[in-house]
């Protein structure tokens, strides 16, 4: 399972010593979790609820929300992970309150067919097109060209909003497949598909972008 | 043997480790002959990692300020 993200700014604070110093009224410790984490609720939020003021409400409310709940917080799962259920939380109860749902509460996946175009294929399944060399394969490279990212963004900004959410919480955030199902309410197949579909674009825009002539 | 096509639809089953070992087995026989297919797999762990890497933002310096002076409000009520 992969943990990234928190573990550089905590050092060895763990999710239990933040906790107690939140509740000790440490404001020093407090800035530096919105500074952790404000960006990444928005983030998560945009797919969910639609709208920009919309999320930024939402994450508001969210912050309230976790202040209420700090004293609860008893560490069966990450700090990070408690507070992406806080926001799910109140986007369902702001959903439920518009009389609509989240858009994957209640879903099939909506795509289907291949996610790579069969005409890239030969009529026995081989490679009539083969994914085209980038030149440059390795994340750290990619990460040093800024529009790598920018790319990555953009793409995954254009995302189905059920997509977006998945990929942004297993990738982008790195939690737990099943972590993931659970926040969501999704199945594990679902949730699979959903990642899968996502995915590929995303490979698919960085071919495009960075794939070489051949 | 698997075709080229279906390890564009198994790949996300096997990075994330949710095949069973005869698909799993299928798959690297593919791989071991295919570099297309490699190159293929290895492009989608590279946009995975990519992923985890995108920038973050800090808040404004207004919505921190609101977000502190909430925590100040609720540091003021009995706990
Ligand atoms: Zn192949």
């Known amino acids: ?214 | 043997m698997l075709t080229c096509q279906q390890v564009t639809e198994l790949v996300t089953r096997y990075l994330e480790g949710q095949m069973e070992w005869r698909q799993r087995v299928a798959f690297w026989c593919h791989l071991a002959v295919c570099p297309h297919c490699r190159r293929y797999v290895r492009q989608m762990r590279v946009t995975i990692a990519t992923l985890g890497k995108l920038p973050e933002e800090p808040p404004p310096p207004q919505e921190r300020k609101a977000l502190l002076e909430h925590y100040r409000a609720w540091s003021q009520k009995p706990e």
Not at chain 1, 171 to 195: K, P, Y
């Open chain 1, 1 to 214: 399972m992969r943990t990234h993200g928190d573990t550089a700014w905590l050092g060895s604070d763990s999710d239990q010593e933040l906790v107690q110093r939140l509740l000790r009224r440490d404001e020093a410790a407090f800035v530096r979790l919105v500074d952790t984490y404000h960006f990444r609720l928005l983030r998560l939020a945009l797919p969910l609820v639609g709208s920009r003021s919309v999320a930024e409400e939402t994450v508001q409310d969210t912050w309230l929300a976790i202040l209420d709940g700090l004293a609860g917080f008893e560490g069966r799962c990450s700090l990070k992970t408690w507070m992406f259920h806080i926001l799910l939380n109140r986007a369902r109860s702001r959903a439920a309150k518009e009389g609509r749902s989240l858009p994957f509460s209640a879903l099939g996946p909506a795509e289907e067919g291949p996610v790579e175009e069969p005409e890239r294929f030969t009529a026995a399944g081989m490679w009539a097109v083969p994914p085209s060399p980038w030149g440059v394969e390795s994340p750290e490279a990619l990460v040093l060209r800024g529009e790598a990212m920018e790319c990555i963004e953009e793409v995954l900004a254009q995302l189905p909003a059920n997509q977006r959410a998945v990929v942004t919480l297993r990738d982008v955030e790195g939690l737990a497949a099943e972590e993931v199902r659970e926040l969501l309410q999704l199945s594990e197949s679902n949730q699979r598909v959903l990642l899968h579909r996502g995915r590929a674009k995303l490979r698919r825009a960085l071919e495009e972008r960075f794939g070489e002539a051949r």
